[in-house]
């Protein structure tokens, strides 16, 4: 089930009848209904039920009550895809424990939750033995730190980042010789940004993320907290001419931190521009391993679901 | 069991033994033999045994058939290391294809069989139900290709990579002002480069590695063999001062090259210089993905046959 039918939620809608083929390669998959305060309810909802409500449509029945709505359904995984309100992860933190207390397992692409509560969402996880997946919440469907799955015994000794689009393709804009304000208006303009930016460029959405990979990475202390971590963003910067500065997430086992940061010459991650994200990270066998994408988008960010829910339900045959 | 025991068996054994809680949590997987021609042959290596062979030693027994070797050992996974002759992939292709034949899987970071045999090795691999990896073939440990395992349903359109870490250094030092020659002797002297560097400044190496991309993808016609495709190499290179030139392998459904190719300004593949390889896919969902890091290097190659060793094996538990 779907719960959440904005951007991300018609984004997974669409690309899962998109690549049904694959999906179907895994067994009988469906999705059995969808669930949405502003839109309403739908049980086995038509293939065209996206493009409806993209047009302005509604879902067929009037909304339930969407905790409930969960707990009754016999759908084995909820895909939690609402909006978060940031300070405490609501909505979508009690529709996670919902789903997973009723043993479902559990897709998200909501930072909120999975930040700030991540041990309460753990302790369920591991009482009642179902799987919660969160790729989307770090650089969309790229390859982020689940290239941890190809690398068993790899240990991870540092980790840098540019992990959010909007400061990112602000930077890009102020290096070009634009202003902070007027790249942050065309940031806005373009959609990049929101009426209130604050998120994105006083570096609180990649403090989210930076803690992401840091419970992933099993650093779990308040120094990987936002409480705890060093976050500074990128309001009114105006770096010298010539010079690459980036809003750096720097992550090791003993700190965490986010900040602009005057990178050099030569630096992989200083050819990182516009909306582009990027996962550095410092390791005892390959060292410095680098990987490169966009980190948000509708359908950048339903491949994150895809991804969750075929490693969920798969592993996809594979011979090569 | 191990076959070949130069510089990856030797990474690859010490790696395996370093990483052995991780190995361990599959269940029980030992080394259960190893065969050189060179070095001999050893049953149930005791763990100090690349070590030994470092310091000069050899292993225990004689050396015997290894072809026979393979058929007779009642090991489940053969891991093929040897040096390979690029002309026709031997004696590595008749080791893989007696182990394939009886009916182990293979693990092999030698790109010979694999570019030049890719054909004959799957219908073996699918007569015998049994699987054949080569990670390391494609830029070691580094994810490479299979980063195609972390996206279900994703397309690729088109690649470009930097697959070659001696002529990239090369190039990053003609750049730096050195002359051609003088670069590659440096990169012999650190020993990136072999007596005879014609495979890797003619473009050879990095062709094979873009022919076994291809075979991944599914494109396996003409075009994208070594007779059917471009091949041009850096030799005498000087490019004009300022420029950003990298011998590029660039690859779709319909044709495949390598050579000097001169980048643009910010081009992401533009700052990886020295040995560092890079593996760029222009995809349906996510637009343009990169992945970066070392293509070469004993623990870097060992982490490749590791990752393949887990993908037979396991997969490993993974609660994030």
Redesign the interface.
């Given at each position: 089930m779907i719960i959440g039918f904005g951007t991300v939620g018609k984004g997974f809608f669409d690309?899962f009848h998109?690549?049904r083929a694959?999906?179907q390669s895994l067994g009988s998959v469906e999705i059995s209904e969808i669930a949405s305060s502003r839109l309403g309810y739908e049980l086995r909802p038509a293939h065209d039920t996206a493009e409806r409500v993209d047009k302005g449509g509604k879902l067929r029945e009037e909304a339930k009550d969407i905790p409930e709505t969960i707990r009754r359904s016999d759908a084995d995984i909820v895909c939690e895809f609402t909006t978060v309100n940031m300070n405490n992860g609501e909505p979508a933190f009690s529709h996670i424990r919902a789903a997973l207390e009723s043993g479902k397992h559990v897709i998200t692409t909501n930072k909120g939750p999975i930040a700030l509560r991540y041990r309460e969402l753990?302790s369920l996880?591991?009482k009642k033995g179902v799987?919660?997946?969160?790729k989307g919440t770090v650089m969309?469907?790229?390859?982020s730190?689940?290239?941890l799955?190809?690398?068993?015994?790899?240990e991870v000794k540092m980790v840098r980042g540019i992990l959010n689009g909007t400061s990112n393709f602000i930077l890009s804009e102020v290096e070009r010789g634009r202003s902070f304000e007027e790249s942050l208006v065309h940031a806005q303009r373009l959609g990049y940004a929101e009426a209130d930016p604050t998120m994105d460029i006083d570096g609180y959405d990649a403090a989210l993320k930076a803690i992401i990979i840091s419970?992933?990475l099993g650093w779990q202390d308040e120094r990987h907290s936002l409480g705890g971590m060093e976050i500074s963003g990128i309001r009114n910067i105006s770096p010298a001419a010539g010079e690459k500065t980036k809003l750096l997430a720097s992550i090791n086992e003993k700190s965490a931190s986010v900040k602009s940061t005057k990178l050099q010459d030569?630096?992989?991650l200083?050819?990182?521009?516009g909306v582009l994200n990027a996962l550095e990270l410092e390791t005892d066998?390959?060292?410095?391993?680098?990987?490169?994408?966009?980190g948000a988008g509708r359908?950048?960010t339903?491949?994150a679901a895809?991804?969750d829910?075929?490693?969920i339900v798969?592993?996809?045959p594979?011979?090569?």
């Open positions: 690309l998109e690549k694959v999906v753990q996880v591991a799987l919660l997946k969160f969309a469907g790229t390859p730190y689940n290239i799955d190809l690398l068993p015994g790899l419970n992933v030569g630096d992989l200083s050819n990182v521009d066998t390959l060292g410095r391993i680098t990987s490169i994408g966009p359908k950048q339903a491949q895809l991804t829910l075929v490693s798969g592993p996809l594979n011979n090569r």
